[in-house]
């Protein structure tokens, strides 16, 4: 059988998107062994510690003092897919989150839930690039699709109710942005830009007022006034490869004097704007791009 074409259109590339197909095998290797989930079915990743300690926050507290040497760390509670996903990453700088199946049989729906739970995972290793790298394998996923989740904000929300099955994928964005994140936070920035610049009259009505999506609500009501009538007819922001939704810039809010992101603010590393007496911390997180 033939390998179906992937889910992409020449020239609308962000160049991150991959097949999970063509992810790196990382069975075998040197140093730090991580076991996700529990015996029987634990999968076992063997990964070096400098790679493994420059994409995570958590892991990089974990090896500590022992970061040269061999060590276990269980993550029994982790989903062992969303962890192949992370771990191919840090190796490759590619986020492989679509499958086969998904093109042959017309479910392209199903690649959301495994970037969100890839992102609640990214979320839990403290892991910035992971994150970074995750948004941008939705925006191309958007730009090479043309299509557009309707009720994405779910989890970003804290108390949103539970949805129907058929829009669960679509949900999730949404309540992962407002769920596991402050205000002002770049994953809802993307959120709420969705819903500006592409959600129809029938796709708000897919989401009931109520109380638990308020916050939600009111960031897209002071997004629309920010936004003027010509820049709604143009392309979205979402649609075009930036730093606008990531965090690694969120120190500096993500957005240049007039509110976007620059396109070249990856390119050395370096932002000739930022002040040099601004805090250490920002200034020594890189873009995900950056580091392959």
């Known amino acids: ?41 634990e999968w076992h990743f063997v990964i070096h510690n400098e790679i493994l300690c420059r994409h995570s926050e958590f892991f990089e507290s974990q090896l500590g003092e022992h970061w040269g040497e061999e060590k276990c ?3 029994e509670e ?9 771990a191919s990453f840090i190796y490759t700088g590619r986020v492989h ?12 729906e199903r690649e959301w839930g495994r970037l969100l739970r890839a992102w609640r995972l990214a979320d839990q ?26 009720i994405l904000y779910v989890e970003a929300y804290p108390h949103t109710s539970a949805v129907k099955e058929d829009t669960r994928y679509a949900t999730t964005l949404y ?7 402050s205000a002002g936070a770049p994953l809802r920035r993307l959120a709420v830009d969705i819903a500006v610049w592409r959600w129809s ?42 730093c606008r939704y990531h965090e690694h810039c969120e120190g500096e809010n993500g957005e240049g004097e007039d509110g976007e992101k620059g396109e070249d603010e990856h390119g050395d590393g370096e932002d000739e704007h930022m002040d ?17």
Request: with cysteine; aromatic share 10%.
């Open 1 to 41: 059988m033939m390998d179906p074409e992937p889910p992409a259109h020449r020239g609308t590339s962000f160049g991150v998107r991959a097949s999970a197909d063509h992810r790196v095998d990382l069975s075998l290797g040197p140093n730090v062994t991580v076991i996700v989930r529990p015996p029987p079915g």
């Open 73 to 75: 760390i269980r993550l």
């Open 78 to 86: 982790e989903d062992p897919n969303a962890f192949d996903m992370f």
């Open 97 to 108: 989150s679509w499958v086969d199946w998904d093109i042959l049989y017309d479910r392209p």
């Open 125 to 150: 290793l403290r892991s910035t690039s992971f994150k970074d790298a995750l948004v941008d394998t939705m925006c191309e996923k958007m730009l090479q699709e043309r299509k557009y989740p309707t």
């Open 175 to 181: 309540a992962e942005a407002y769920r596991r994140t």
């Open 201 to 242: 009259a029938k796709a708000f009505e897919l989401v009931p007022f109520d109380d638990s999506r308020d916050e939600f609500f009111h960031d897209i009501a002071v997004r629309r006034q920010e936004v003027s009538p010509e820049e709604l007819k143009g392309r979205p922001p979402f649609l075009s490869p930036s």
């Open 276 to 292: 040099e007496d601004e805090d250490e911390d920002s200034k020594k997180i890189p873009c995900y791009r950056t580091m392959f």
